[in-house]
């Protein structure tokens, strides 16, 4: 039987679970209150939610909502502390674990388990690179965008200098007469 407070949070895992895209899962049990304070303060200004989680709650709530696909994938991370960041951003998360990173009693922290990202896993330390690679859709409209610009500035740059020219000539054929 689950008590009263086990059910307040897998309820709150449940919608934050609806409410993100994506999911990371993390360990940061060796930081210290100065390093954990600066970790959640990114993830706060970079609008991810930022969740302890006992891994055997987790592990209930994954049997409960029927995410019994998504448990098989990940149980083998759900050792030691887990912490879980849900955001709507792809990358923000990776950029915000790489940027913390640490070297505490033989490793690295915090250290990355593993995320749910595009539809796909992505599990352990080494897709971590991958994940602060990958270009959220604002970086890729972007990306398209000041393509296009500069394809338009070209335009009327070569439009612009064209018609200075014809205008050079001109006068110099002016001049001449």
């Known amino acids: 039987m689950i008590n009263i407070n086990k059910k307040k949070k897998i309820e709150l895992i449940n919608k934050l679970f609806i409410k993100y895209n994506y999911f990371y899962i993390i360990d940061i049990s060796k930081f210290k209150s100065n390093l954990l304070f600066n970790f959640r303060k990114d993830c706060y200004n970079n609008k991810i939610k930022f969740l302890n989680i006992k891994n055997t709650l987790l592990k209930k709530f994954l049997i ?3 995410k019994k696909k ?3 994938i990940i149980k083998d991370v759900l050792i030691n502390n887990t912490f879980i960041m849900f955001t709507n951003n792809i990358n923000n998360p990776a950029k915000i674990i790489k940027k913390n990173k640490i ?3 033989n490793k690295y922290y915090p ?3 593993a ?3 595009n539809k796909k896993f992505y599990i352990g330390e080494k897709k971590l690179n991958i994940l602060c690679n990958i270009k959220s859709k604002e970086e890729l409209i972007i990306n398209i965008l ?3 610009n500069n ?3 070209n335009f009327i740059f ?3 200098n064209y018609n200075i020219i014809k205008i050079i000539l001109i006068i110099k054929n002016l001049k001449k007469k």
Request: proline share 0%; hydrophobic share 60%; net charge positive.
């Open 151 to 153: 394809k338009i500035n």
């Open 111 to 113: 250290i990355f388990k």
């Open 70 to 72: 998504i448990l098989k």
């Open 115 to 117: 995320a749910y990202v």
């Open 64 to 66: 409960i909502k029927k």
């Open 158 to 160: 070569n439009i612009i």
């Open 146 to 148: 000041l393509g296009i």
């Open 103 to 105: 070297f505490i009693t």
